[in-house]
């Protein structure tokens, strides 16, 4: 079985980065194929000499070319644009912050200038030669935004390290965490670049306050853009914004919360920022001396160094750093669906993996991600989860009716619930949403079994999911814009005989059992979410 790609979606609007200028780093797939003869200019370890530009020939674009962009944190991003014109045809590779390879074929000319974008990114290139280096125009976020950058050409030390030969596979032991699936928060689909340490304090804060830990959210997930590079030992070192990520540790401790990161096994991570490779162990124990308790590792760059084939390889190489770093750590794999994740990732010693490209504010993306997951139920279990990505409830792109709709799903699912709003500025609707304890409970009961549909018809789905002590919770989604009125016999329910207790989740009220099948009202794009028993 293989994994929808990463990016299937238009790209993320949704981060509000007061300081930041940048768009949101996308998903990344893999999948991407260099065209023969570029690939040359941007792999150094493979032999292939590094082609620098030839002055000689106008309009003297050919080569690989790095771009700059300084960020308030004082990274530096780096983006490599290789150029190879052939006649009147010109190709191009763009690795945007160095994350990941995308070719784009037949540039266009347009006024003297090249022109072309990366439609996932939503990244617009219009580009002149300028002495020695290129000058660039790049717009993106939807065009809204455009700046000015140089590139100058790019030098071996910008180009890709030898991959690592891949350790042997092993079947790693389980850690024992995340017996039930993890909850938390993940500064990613809110904040983008714009987190920092004042965030993550003020959102443990809010946890505590809003009810949230006590419905049992517990992780507090730092993601990608808090890294700044490697000290003089080869110490991964935070940015500007993360002064002290022992204390910051040891605040979310203090309030009873874990403490969670992020990185990547490639160079880079999807952001552009340091990541992993080659430091495994190293970071592992750093994770373990400032108290980290959940990492997420993000497949980004690594795309660039291996096949596919080699993923459950490169994950094992943290797996085990993390079992031998002296402290338990939640193991979070974040490749998008990609390999098979679900068959090998416990024996990679994974707490969880992503099992779709990256989640968007919208009822469309929600339900690409949500309601194709049924397939993966059987992979689920105490220990280890299928990860259709965060949540997005609170973020503004969707309706009350649809956050119900994807909290219930999230939780038929027994996904990890990583709320990805700002906790600190909550509306009582998504307070509401966020701590149905009752739903919750759906989420995180014991057996550990994830849900999957019993019907689909007419934009009408209807998920079961077992629970312990032989009760099961129901859920009816209507997946159309408009009401819908269900009348659903019991064994349409997959109930064999009339029911001793029926509660509706979401009215926190028990439902009169009637012996022949429920039913009700289904909101457009609502659900009805039942425990039965
Ligand atoms: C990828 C991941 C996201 C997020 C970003 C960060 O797109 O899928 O969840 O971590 O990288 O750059």
Not at 183 to 190: A, I, L, T, V
Not at 215 to 229: H, K, L, Q, R
Not at 375 to 384: D, E, V
Request: glycine share 10%.
């Amino acid at each position: 079985m293989e994994g929808p790609a990463g990016p299937q979606q238009a790209p993320q609007m949704n981060t509000p980065a007061p300081t930041e200028t940048s768009p949101k780093p996308r998903a990344l797939s893999p999948g991407w194929r260099i065209p023969a003869g570029l690939a040359g200019l941007l792999m150094i370890g493979a032999g292939a000499a590094l082609a620098l530009p030839d002055p000689a020939r106008a309009p003297g674009l050919s080569g690989t070319w790095r771009m700059d962009e300084p960020k308030d944190s004082g990274v530096v991003l780096h983006t490599l644009i290789a150029l190879r014109q052939d006649g009147a045809r010109t190709d191009a590779v763009v690795v945007p912050n160095g994350a990941v390879e995308i070719p784009i074929r037949d540039v266009r000319t347009d006024n003297g200038d090249l022109v072309f974008g990366i439609a996932d990114w939503g990244w617009n290139f219009r580009v002149r030669p300028d002495g020695a280096n290129l000058h660039i125009l790049l717009s993106y976020d939807r065009g809204r935004t455009e700046v000015v950058r140089t590139a100058v050409p790019a030098t071996a030390s910008d180009l890709l390290p030898a991959a690592m030969p891949p350790p042997a596979l092993r079947e790693l032991p389980a850690n024992g965490l995340a017996m039930t699936p993890p909850m938390g928060w993940n500064s990613w689909n809110h904040f983008g670049e714009a987190v920092d340490d004042r965030v993550v304090r003020e959102t443990a804060d809010a946890m505590v306050k809003s009810g949230m830990a006590a419905a049992g959210y517990t992780y507090v997930n730092i993601d990608d853009t808090w890294e700044m590079g490697r000290d003089a030992r080869g110490e991964i070192v935070p940015n500007r914004k993360f002064p002290d990520m022992r204390a910051l540790a040891d605040y979310v401790h203090a309030r009873g919360l874990k403490l969670g990161i992020y990185s990547s096994p490639g160079p880079v991570t999807c952001g552009g920022y340091e990541g992993s490779f080659g430091h495994e162990e190293q970071d592992a124990a750093t994770y373990a001396a400032w108290g980290i308790d959940y990492l997420k590792y993000d497949w980004c760059s690594a795309s660039r160094l291996y096949p596919k084939a080699r993923l459950r390889a490169v994950y094992q190489r943290m797996g085990s750093a993390l079992q031998s770093c002296g402290r338990p750590i939640v193991f979070s794999l974040c490749e998008y669906g990609l390999g098979d994740v679900w068959t090998w990732g416990p024996a990679a010693g994974a707490n969880l993996w992503r099992t779709t490209g990256d989640i968007q504010d919208n009822w469309d993306s929600m339900c690409a991600n949500g309601f194709s997951q049924g397939r993966l139920a059987r992979y689920a279990a105490p220990g280890h989860w299928n990860d259709p990505d965060m949540l997005e409830v609170g973020n503004g792109g969707m309706s009350p009716a649809e956050y119900r709709t994807h909290f219930s799903l999230w939780c038929m699912l027994a996904a990890p619930l990583m709320a990805g709003n700002d906790l600190r500025a909550m509306s009582e609707d998504t307070r509401e949403i966020l701590t149905n304890r009752e739903a919750i409970a759906v989420d995180q009961d014991a057996l550990g079994s994830q849900g999957s549909a019993l019907s689909r018809r007419d934009g009408v789905e209807i998920w079961v999911k077992a629970l312990g002590g032989g009760a099961r919770a129901l859920a009816v989604f209507n997946r159309n814009a408009a009401e819908r009125a269900v009348s659903l016999a019991w064994p349409e329910l997959g109930v064999a005989s009339a029911p001793s207790a029926v509660r509706d989740l979401w009215r926190h009220a028990d439902v009169a059992a009637d012996g022949r099948g429920y039913s009700g009202s289904v909101p457009g794009h609502g659900v009805i979410l039942l425990l039965v028993k």
